[in-house]
């Protein structure tokens, strides 16, 4: 017969525990907003943005009254939000709030 310590129900207990209830949840999505910080104007410089991070893909975007040049870098957030007198370029392409 086999025996289980207690070490290892607790261990089990938890593991159970987790598969019921599951892991955390992600990081729900956040507003990322250009602050210009960097002084260039390129999306790619994370201190462009407000808090010193590049948007991702769970974020959405605002910009307001930029700027702002794109050629080059990933823009996959769900939303992008221009506002007052931004530009934002893509390559050959503008877009104007």
Do not use: C, K, Y
């Amino acid at each position: 017969m086999h025996s289980t310590s207690r070490a290892q129900r607790a261990l089990i207990a938890v593991a159970v525990a987790v598969g019921v209830l599951g892991a955390p949840a992600a990081a729900s999505a956040a507003t990322i907003t250009w602050d210009g910080g960097g002084g260039d104007g390129l999306w790619s410089t994370a201190a462009n943005w407000d808090g010193n991070v590049l948007p991702t893909s769970a974020d959405d975007v605002t910009i307001t009254s930029a700027n702002v040049d794109a050629t080059g870098a990933t823009i996959d957030s769900p939303n992008v939000e221009l506002a007052g007198t931004t530009t934002l370029t893509v390559g050959s392409t503008t877009f104007d709030a």
